[in-house]
């Protein structure tokens, strides 16, 4: 990451972003860290999902790499194992899915692995790429049991924002992380900024010879 950082390294594999962000983020406390990016900017249009990730309050938490299902064929980016819920991370960064059934796939295997628990799936991706991947998987069947949501990288830059920092060394992570997106390219419009004069609706102007007069209304 440090490298990527100060441009002694490049790269577009989604495993290195994977292993940059998440392997910092799961230092922190869930409840204080990645929960305040999900509960505060993870999309879904199934009402359960904001219910789970409010009540998931876990601070202890163990993040698994690249978790494979008993037989081998079905690879999870990233899977988060929490008292109340388990939820699993499919990582995109300019590249589509494996296959078309790859996250009904995914969400089988997250079924087979949570015992009783509720299961989330989230897919983490550039804006419209996760949301049009979202929109056409939002309703398989699958997805009846396992909950989907998206969040979008520009979201987490945003999201870093909201994490609850409680010392010097989280503040110093999370600013390389915020630097670490914006590097790649993840920052959100927020419209045009341009300095012009404040209308006042009170004031109006005539014309006189060649020069503009101002006067009240």
């Not at 509720?118 to 929109?135: C, H, R, S």
């Not at 419009?189 to 004031?203: M, N, T």
Request: net charge negative; with cysteine; hydrophobic share 40%.
């Amino acid at each position: 990451m440090i490298a990527e950082i100060y441009h002694k390294f490049s790269t577009d594999l989604e495993d290195v972003l994977t292993g940059d962000f998440f392997g910092a983020m799961r230092y922190m406390p869930f409840n204080r860290g990645l929960n305040q990016i999900f509960k505060n900017y993870a999309v879904s249009e199934d009402p359960q999902v904001t219910h789970i990730l409010s009540n998931a309050a876990d601070d202890d938490f163990n993040f698994e790499f690249w978790k494979r299902s008993e037989n081998g064929l079905v690879e999870i980016d990233g899977f988060i194992p929490l008292t109340s819920v388990e939820i699993g991370i499919e990582v995109k960064y300019r590249s589509g899915l494996s296959g078309g059934d790859q996250l009904e796939k995914e969400a089988q295997v997250l079924d087979e692995w949570c015992n009783g628990k509720e299961k989330l799936l989230i897919l983490i991706g550039e804006a419209e790429e996760a949301k049009a991947i979202y929109i056409e998987n939002k309703d398989k069947r699958v997805f009846r049991d396992v909950h989907l949501a998206y969040l979008s990288w520009q979201d987490i830059l945003l999201g870093l924002d909201q994490v609850l920092i409680s010392s010097s060394y989280e503040k110093k992570m999370i600013e390389d992380l915020k630097t670490l997106l914006r590097e790649k390219g993840f920052v959100s419009f927020e419209g045009f900024s341009i300095d012009q004069p404040v209308v006042d609706k009170d004031i109006c102007w005539t014309m006189d010879g060649n020069d503009f007069v101002k006067s009240d209304a």
